[in-house]
C-alpha cells in the first residue's frame, strides 16, 4: 500500500484508509510562518467494504462499520471550514534545512480553548467532530525539497455529543513538496 494514508485506531478499518489528496501550504502573518494542511480521504470503505447487519450490536458508533458508511469520508482542515492554520517559525529562520526533522505541537491543550473554532484543526469524520493534541513531524527526503510528514492527534466525537479526546489517528503523508512562504496575511 503505497499511498499516503489516514489511520483511526480502533476503527472498522485497522489497514488505514487511503489520502485523495493533500494541500500543505505557507503563509506569512506578522513576520512568522504559518502552515495550513487540508487532508481529504478517499470513501472509508473504498478499498475493503464491510458488509454490516444493521442490528449487530457494536460497544460504539466508532467501531460500527455502518456508521463509518454513513459519512463515508474524513476532511481534516485548517482552511476549509475556517482559518486556522499553526505558527511554525520566524520568516528568517524558515528553510528546508530548518524544518528538517522538526517536530511541532498543534493544541496540546484544547480544553483550554474557550471556542473550539479557535482550533487549528476543524474535522468532518463521523460528522462535524474535533481534532487537536496534534503532534507533526517533518523529515526532508534526501536533500530534495520533499518532506516525509508523520502526524498523529486526537478526535472528540463532537457531533455525537462526545468532547473528551479519546481516539487516537495517525497520518503518513510520504512526499510532498515544500511550500513556498510568500504569500503575506
Not at 460504539?60 to 476549509?80: E, F, K, M, Q
Not at 462526545?162 to 515544500?178: A, C, G, P, R, T
Request: proline share 5%.
Amino acid at each position: 500500500m503505497g499511498l499516503d494514508r489516514i489511520y483511526f485506531k480502533n476503527n472498522p478499518w485497522p489497514e488505514g484508509h487511503p489520502v485523495k489528496e493533500f494541500n500543505w501550504s505557507a503563509s506569512v502573518r506578522d513576520g512568522f510562518v504559518w502552515f495550513d494542511f487540508h487532508l481529504e480521504t478517499k470513501d472509508y470503505y473504498s478499498e475493503r467494504d464491510i458488509e454490516d447487519e444493521e442490528d449487530t450490536e457494536y460497544p460504539s458508533d466508532w467501531a460500527a462499520p455502518i456508521v463509518w458508511g454513513n459519512y463515508h469520508a474524513c476532511t481534516l482542515s485548517t482552511n476549509y471550514w475556517h482559518e486556522g492554520g499553526f505558527k511554525v517559525c520566524a520568516l528568517s529562520d524558515y528553510s528546508p534545512e530548518f524544518l528538517d526533522g522538526l517536530e511541532l505541537e498543534v493544541d496540546p491543550n484544547p480544553e483550554n480553548i474557550e471556542d473550539w473554532d479557535d482550533l487549528a484543526f476543524h474535522i468532518y469524520l463521523l460528522g462535524h467532530d474535533s481534532a487537536a493534541k496534534h503532534t507533526i513531524k517533518f523529515e526532508r527526503i534526501d536533500e530534495s525539497l520533499n518532506f516525509k510528514i508523520t502526524w498523529v492527534g486526537k478526535i472528540a466525537q463532537a457531533y455525537f455529543g462526545d468532547y473528551e479526546y479519546k481516539h487516537d489517528f495517525n497520518v503518513i503523508i510520504k512526499n510532498v513538496s515544500f511550500p513556498d512562504a510568500n504569500k503575506q496575511v
